[in-house]
């Protein structure tokens, strides 16, 4: 099912709601890149359903919350983040009802609430609407199981890869894997909240699961190839990076000299300089998920970008 539609005057990019297993349902908008991200319905036999991550804007939360209800007939009775970033969190409050538990990882509610609404300030231009902060009620260490009438949902924390509060959620039975933004089809992996080596670890536990469908947390719907076509890039950026460094290049220096590569025509090509800044720091002995300067680096990254913000169609 497609859908398409206007908010405070600018066009909505395109919506497809595909069930890609019986009562499991991708939100997948098509954009993809920055703050155009994907989410899930997953439905429970007449019960209200369970939804894996909301949207970035009010008149996008109040879309995604018509096609959720819409679909199960009420308020989601269980909503999953699978990390604390604005585009998959800041509609909870609009997509859940006063009923709905919303679950994270326990790392990821810490980040929410330190983070705020920041998320807004890098693009003013946007009109994000009114937006209240609703952090998750429940969180969780390693692993946690909802069970939705005879389907399994497994929420599984690989430790720091696109932040260090990732959560997978994994319908064993289905062999559906919505991946968060651990992977992300088609579009340039963002590694700067998070881990270049725990990337990398977090996809081997992917592959282990063997899933049929991976529903990135932005781009469009695919297969097992996608964890492939990620760790050729995690891989490919580390010898970059290795490269680099050893020529005494600061990484928007890096950037900037590259020239073509194989991953050029990924959406969010910018996102290199942040990737190479993280590169670096686990490089020179920095811990996993260790906090960088974000603001610093994004400004980095729109200097790469000639002086634009990088596009953000939310």
Known sequence: MSASGTAAGAAYAPVVLEEIADGVHA?????????????????????????????????????????????????????????????HTFGNALVGGPDTVIVAHERARQEMAAAGLGLTGLWPGVDWGTIDLRLPDMTYDRRMELHLGGRTVQLLHPGPAHTSGDTLVWLPADRVLFAGDVVLPGCTPFLLMGSLRGSLRALAELRALAPRVVVGGHGPLAGPEAIDETERYLRWLQRTAEQ???AGLAPLEAARQLGTHPFQDWTDPERLVGNLHRAYAEADGGPDGEPLDVVRIFGEMVEFNGGRLPVCHA
């Open 27 to 87: 939100y997948v908008q098509e954009t993809g890149g920055w703050c155009v991200n994907n989410a899930g319905v997953l439905l429970d036999e007449g019960r209200a359903p369970v939804v894996v991550d909301t949207v970035a804007t009010e008149a996008r939360a109040r879309r995604f919350g018509e096609a959720v209800r819409r679909l199960g007939g009420a308020a989601p009775r269980v909503l999953v983040n699978t990390h604390f970033h604005g585009d």
């Open 244 to 246: 680099a460094r050893a």
